[in-house]
C-alpha cells in the first residue's frame, strides 16, 4: 500500500519540487493550495481559513493514513517593523503560521491512532540568523522552527517525529518575486541582484527546490527515524559565516 503525503502549498517553488519527488517515491501525495497543479491529488484550500483546512485533512483522513505532512504554504515580505502595518502582519502570519499550525493539529489524530507520522515544517534560515527589512517573515519562520521543536516532544510518545527544514536562498518564484518587488523600489538590476545573491553564499550559488526536496523527503523516511525537533538547514553554508 502507497503512503500517504500530505503537501501544503504544493503547487510551485519548492512545494511542487516536494510533491513531484514524492510521487516519484511511490507516495500517494494530497497538494493543497489554492493554485492548481497537475501533479498530485489537488484540493484547493486557502491555508488561512482553519476551518477549510482541517476538514480537507479530516476528509482525508477518513478514507487514508497520513504518514507525511509537509507544512510549506508561505509568502515572503520584506519591511522593517515601523514598516509593517498590523494588516500586513496578520497576512504574514495567517499564512505562515497559522495554516501550520491548522494543518499539524488536523494530521495529529490520524497520526496517533496509527502511532506514527512524520511532520516536516518549511521554515527558514531566518529561524537562525536575522536579516535587514525581514520582520515579518523571520518571525513566523522562528515560529515554525519552535512549532516543529514543541511538536517533537509532544508527540514522541506516539512515534510522531517533527522536523523544520531551514532553506537559505533558493532559486524560486517566491525569491524571483522578492528580487522583482526590491528591483521595481529600488532601480537596480535585477542580473546585478541575482548574481550579488550568489556571491553571498559560500558555495557560490543559489540552492535549488529540488535539493530541497531530497531533505524533504529524508527526513519523512524511515533513514531518519531517530531524528525529531531539528532544526534542518539547508543553506550553501551561509549561517556558518
Known amino acids: 500500500m502507497k503512503k500517504t503525503c500530505i503537501v501544503t502549498g504544493g503547487s510551485s517553488g519548492i512545494g511542487l519540487s516536494v510533491v513531484k519527488l514524492f510521487l516519484k517515491n511511490d507516495y500517494q501525495v494530497f497538494n493543497l493550495d489554492l493554485q492548481p497543479s497537475e501533479f498530485g491529488q489537488f484540493r484547493q484550500c486557502d491555508i488561512t481559513n482553519l476551518e477549510q483546512v482541517t476538514q480537507i485533512i479530516n476528509h482525508i483522513a477518513q478514507e487514508h493514513n497520513i504518514d507525511v505532512l509537509v507544512s510549506n504554504a508561505g509568502i515572503h515580505f520584506s519591511a522593517t517593523i515601523e514598516n509593517t502595518s498590523e494588516a500586513e502582519l496578520d497576512k ?6 497559522k495554516g501550520a499550525y491548522a ?3 488536523a494530521v495529529l489524530p490520524n497520526m496517533k491512532a496509527n502511532q506514527q507520522g ?9 529561524a537562525l540568523v536575522g536579516k535587514p527589512n525581514s520582520f ?5 519562520k522562528s515560529a ?3 512549532m516543529a521543536k514543541t511538536t517533537a516532544l509532544d508527540y514522541a510518545a506516539f512515534n510522531i517525529r517533527a522536523n523544520a527544514v531551514c532553506p537559505g536562498t533558493i532559486e524560486t518564484p517566491l525569491y524571483h518575486n522578492a528580487i522583482d518587488n526590491y528591483c521595481r523600489r ?8 541575482h548574481k550579488e545573491e550568489a556571491a553571498l553564499q559560500p558555495l557560490g550559488r543559489l540552492g535549488q527546490p529540488e535539493e530541497v ?4 523527503l529524508f527526513l519523512a523516511s524511515d533513514k531518519a527515524k531517530f531524528i525529531t525537533g531539528s532544526l534542518q538547514v539547508i543553506d550553501g553554508g551561509y549561517t556558518t559565516q
Not at 118 to 126: P, R, V
Not at 186 to 193: E, T
Open 118 to 126: 512524520a511532520i516536516i515544517l518549511i521554515s527558514s534560515e531566518q
Open 92 to 97: 504574514v502570519f495567517s499564512i505562515n503560521v
Open 103 to 105: 494543518a499539524t493539529k
Open 136 to 140: 515579518a517573515y523571520s518571525l513566523t
Open 213 to 216: 526536496a531530497e531533505l524533504v
Open 144 to 146: 515554525l522552527a519552535s
Open 186 to 193: 529600488s532601480g537596480a538590476n535585477k542580473a546585478d541582484i
